[in-house]
Every structure is written in structure tokens, then in C-alpha cells.
């Protein structure tokens, strides 16, 4: 079956800009989360999204917001773009279900903000 | 919180050999899980082995196995019979069960490189 899709593969904004990042999940996975990957910072969880509620909440400031449609996918928004929001933006799901641990990671987003 | 230490940043060593990569983790849960992922240069990452922590017996896959010492918190990944295709970053995940809450915190990550 089909992996963690995300769209773009890359971006490059200008500061002060808004993006949006996109997030298919594999068929059936009802969990999303995001995660920022900076060298400096590392891998940093933001948000999950499950049934379209917002499950879980990383320590990233309001510019950084999600949604989660009825079909699971996920879209991921930054606004007012800082420089130091440039980084690989990954995106995983799961089944959430009891027991099952295992998240797939999709090729994530590289945004550069300029 | 919960906190994970790769003191390893890099390491290099020469294919068919045995490597051990170090993680350290702290929590006050008692039940959790821990994960390594592998991140080769196409960015994706992929899940390489993951232990329970109410199991005792260390988890294994195929070339792949961990060391998990639950009271001294640490949870070592070991590569057997290295191959090329074995470069790449790797990253120690902590998660603590919440309904099958999907967070994870990653260690900062261990470059492995293996060598021809």
C-alpha cells in the first residue's frame, strides 16, 4: 500500500509569508503527527491530529497551527515565517490503535525561509 | 518530561564489523516504549527495532538487537555484520502510552557511516 505522502517535497518562502504543508497518510491510519527537524534543535514533536481533533500539542508558538480533514489528511500552517523555521517539517501516521506503536514517517517537506 | 541522550554523535567503522550505539533516556513512567529509527540520506525515516518496556527480553531483528536495561535507563542498538546500506543517521524515541497517543521525543541522533 501507499506510504506517508507529503507535499512539496520542498519550499522556499520569504519572511513574514504563511505556508502550508500537506500530510496523506497510509489508508486506514487515523493519527498524524508533525514533527520539526532543525540541526540545532533536532527532531521536535508540534501537533498530533486524530478524527480530526487535535489530540496533542508540541512547545511551538500559535504561528504553528493544523487542521485534519475527514479523510485523515493532514495540512500543517505557519504564519508570519521566521528565519528560523527553516528546517525538514516530517509528518507520520499511525493506527492509533491499542497496541499498535509503530508510526510511519513520510519524506517530509524541506521549507527555507529566506 | 521525558529526555533522550545520544552521546554519540558520529561514529565510523568498517563493513561486516559489529557496532553498538549508545541512548540513554529519563522518565518517571513505568511503562513506555523506545524506538530506534534510521534515517538514511533520502530523509525518511524508518523504523529499525522497538522494545517494550514491560518486556525483558531484549527485542531482535535479524542483524539488529538491543540492550535494554530498564533500571539504569538505557537502550542500546547493536548492528551486526555492518553493510553499506547501514549509513545513516540514527535516532533513539522515547513514548510513553496514552491511548495510543503518537508523540514521540527523539535523541539527537548518531551519524553512522560504514565503510567500504
Known amino acids: 500500500k501507499a506510504g506517508v505522502t507529503q507535499t512539496p517535497r520542498y519550499l522556499i518562502k520569504t519572511r513574514g509569508q504563511q505556508v502550508t504543508l500537506s500530510c496523506s497518510p497510509i489508508?486506514?491510519?487515523?493519527?498524524v503527527s508533525w514533527y520539526q527537524q532543525t540541526p540545532g534543535q533536532g527532531l521536535q514533536f508540534l501537533f498530533e491530529?486524530?478524527?480530526?481533533?487535535?489530540?496533542n500539542k508540541g512547545n511551538f508558538p500559535g504561528r504553528f497551527s493544523g487542521r485534519q480533514f475527514s479523510n485523515s489528511r493532514s495540512e500543517m500552517n505557519v504564519s508570519t515565517l521566521e528565519l528560523g523555521d527553516s528546517a525538514l517539517y516530517l509528518c507520520?501516521?499511525?493506527?492509533?490503535?491499542?497496541?499498535?506503536?509503530?508510526?510511519?514517517f513520510g519524506q517530509g517537506t524541506r521549507l527555507t525561509v529566506v | 518530561a521525558q529526555t533522550v541522550t545520544q552521546s554519540q554523535p558520529e561514529m565510523s567503522v568498517q563493513e561486516a564489523e559489529t557496532v553498538t550505539l549508545s541512548c540513554t533516556y529519563d522518565?518517571?513512567?513505568?511503562?513506555?516504549?523506545l524506538f530506534w529509527y534510521k534515517q538514511p540520506p533520502s530523509r525518511q525515516m524508518i523504523l529499525v527495532i522497538r522494545q517494550e518496556a514491560y518486556k525483558q527480553q531484549n527485542a531482535t531483528e535479524n542483524r539488529f538487537s538491543v540492550n535494554f536495561q530498564k533500571a539504569a535507563k538505557s537502550f542500546s542498538l547493536k548492528i551486526s555484520d555492518s553493510q553499506l546500506g547501514d549509513t545513516a543517521m540514527y535516532f533513539c524515541a522515547f513514548m510513553k502510552p496514552d491511548g495510543g497517543a503518537q508523540k514521540l521525543v527523539f535523541g539527537q541522533g548518531t551519524r553512522l557511516t560504514i565503510n567500504p
Open positions: 507520520a501516521s499511525s493506527a492509533r490503535g491499542r497496541g499498535d506503536t509503530e508510526a510511519f
Open positions: 522518565t518517571s513512567e513505568n511503562n513506555y516504549y
Open positions: 491530529y486524530f478524527s480530526e481533533t487535535q489530540r
Open positions: 489508508s486506514g491510519h487515523r493519527s
